[in-house]
């Protein structure tokens, strides 16, 4: 994980050429969502500004160089944290159901139409591949909270039990 003042997280990730090329990048990436506890964590994150991101929100899965291909006009407003801005929280509205296309690392194509929780964490990750991070995203700031240490380790069952939503 690199420190939450690394300007890897705010620049727009490179597309990758070749999936295959990252499956070693996506394993340690799951391998450090794991450790971290969180359901959700984008390769710039760990300091490499390129297109891919794992989520274990519905079972494990990695997307490489994904996008939105269709939003709900219906919006929902959640409470979100970072892995990457630890025991910062806030509330952000985003479109309740997306539909996700990617590649998979073995380069087969991905579509996933997701709602709710699944659809949080994809629309939070696809931000951090454009350099964008969940405060960017609160239409107030002043609504951004900062929990005790305590409070964030709590969130965190470092299992494969979904009780946080850090990503
Ligand atoms: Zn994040």
Known sequence: MVPSDDPVLHQVAKR???PAAVADLAADLFVTMREEGGIGLAAPQVG???RLFVTVADGPQAFVNPE???RSRERLSWEEGCLSLPRLLGDVERPK???IRG???EGQPIEINA???LARVLQHELDHLDGILFPDRMKDLRKLRTISEEEWQSRFTK???LKNTEM
């Open 103 to 105: 590649t998979s690392i």
């Open 97 to 99: 159901r997306v539909t």
């Open 159 to 161: 299992s494969d039990d």
């Open 48 to 50: 490499r500004s390129v």
């Open 68 to 70: 939105i291909a269709s």
């Open 115 to 117: 709602d709710d929780l």
């Open 16 to 18: 990758i050429s070749k």
